[in-house]
């Protein structure tokens, strides 16, 4: 098969792959994290395999442990977690009529020093402003209820994610054997190598990024809680978890921190002191977690993270967003690859002789 029909079957299969995920985008998410638990499992499953255990059996009580593990930490966490977030919805309209009873004083002081037109400008700017901030939360609020969040979807996660995860790792290492078999001889090493690239990236970052969101999110929360301020807990938790987008997590959990702080206390002590959690927590991570969970092995630059992320989410919803990393990493480890080959084939083109003068005249 020449070069040309090679790439043609590459093109043709991608475009396929990624037409599949677009039209079954709805209901990928269970098979999605079924997958991604069996990968991150499977290393233990061979582990009680190597200590006589059958590959079923282990399975089995891998799968268990999982979900009796998740299941108690979901209930030593989710009953304070509720009762934040009812709190929290229950403030939420006195906190905007306080809101906006200060920007009107603040636009009463205001009007006697600045120029009418510019306030009415100003004027016509916020009632935009607040017309578009309706319409995004409305939205927001009918793609969550009918989106991936809908509780068809929430039970089918619960129902069908233990199921998928479970036969895809007692199956993994057989389904692997077969993809193996399907490699062309000729390039069967080279890819199995670039595989193994992708895998030592996808793993660490993974695994790395996931220890540094749980670190954080600890931290935040116990930080937050312990200087007393209201849905510290919600808040801290929430930045945590998103941390795995880079300065996310801490930039949406500053911002909300800070504010509530506002509304809170009198002063602004309090809120300094919540500025300072959330840049103490950056400092350790970007000079001690990082570094040592993550490290430079992974080599996916958060740039790069983010527009996956952004990408995937845009096109194929929350599929999108499940499969960007690992699709990130893929791409990543191609475009090395490729990068590399196209180097060794200059390094390794013959120079033509330059011509002499004698030529030359």
């Not at 929360?221 to 801490?250: C, E, H, K, M, Q």
């Amino acid at each position: 098969m020449t070069a040309s029909r090679q790439l043609l079957w590459f093109a043709g299969g991608l475009l396929a792959f990624l037409a599949l995920i677009w039209l079954f985008n709805a209901i990928l998410a269970p098979f999605v994290i079924g997958m991604a638990i069996a990968y991150f499992l499977d290393p233990v499953c061979d582990r009680l395999e190597r200590v006589g255990m059958s590959r079923t059996l282990a399975t089995l009580v891998v799968t268990l442990l999982f979900v009796i593990g998740l299941a108690l930490l979901v209930a030593l966490i989710a009953p304070l977690v509720v009762s934040e977030v009812i709190q929290l919805a229950g403030q939420l309209p006195a906190w905007f009529e306080s809101l906006r009873a200060q920007l009107g004083e603040l636009a009463q002081s205001l009007q006697s020093r600045v120029d009418p037109l510019v306030m009415e400008r100003v004027r016509s700017v916020l009632v935009g402003s607040q017309e578009r901030l309706a319409s995004w939360a409305t939205s927001l609020a009918r793609d969550v209820l009918s989106g991936g969040f809908a509780l068809f979807n929430v039970v089918s996660l619960l129902l069908i994610t233990p199921i998928v995860a479970f036969y895809l790792l007692r199956d993994w290492d057989r389904l692997i054997a077969e993809g193996d078999k399907l490699l062309p001889p000729a390039y069967a090493e080279t890819i199995r190598e670039q595989v193994r690239e992708v895998d030592r990236t996808l793993s660490g970052f993974v695994r790395g990024t996931g220890t540094v969101c749980i670190v954080l999110g600890t931290y935040y929360a116990l930080g937050l809680t312990l200087v007393g301020l209201d849905f510290g807990l919600v808040i801290g938790i929430t930045a945590g978890l998103i941390s795995f987008v880079p300065y996310l997590g801490a930039t949406l959990g500053l911002v909300a921190s800070v504010g509530t702080a506002l509304v809170q206390f009198d002063g602004y002590l309090m809120a300094v002191l919540v500025a300072v959690i959330f840049f103490a927590g950056q400092f350790v991570e970007g000079n001690i977690l990082q570094p040592t969970l993550v490290g430079e092995r992974v080599r996916l630059h958060p740039v790069w993270v983010i527009f996956a992320l952004l990408a995937g989410g845009l096109l194929f919803g929350f599929a999108g967003v499940l499969l960007a990393v690992p699709i990130a990493a893929v791409v990543g480890v191609l475009v090395r690859f490729a990068v590399g080959q196209y180097k060794a084939r200059i390094v390794a083109a013959p120079t033509l002789p330059a011509a002499s003068k004698d030529e030359g005249r």
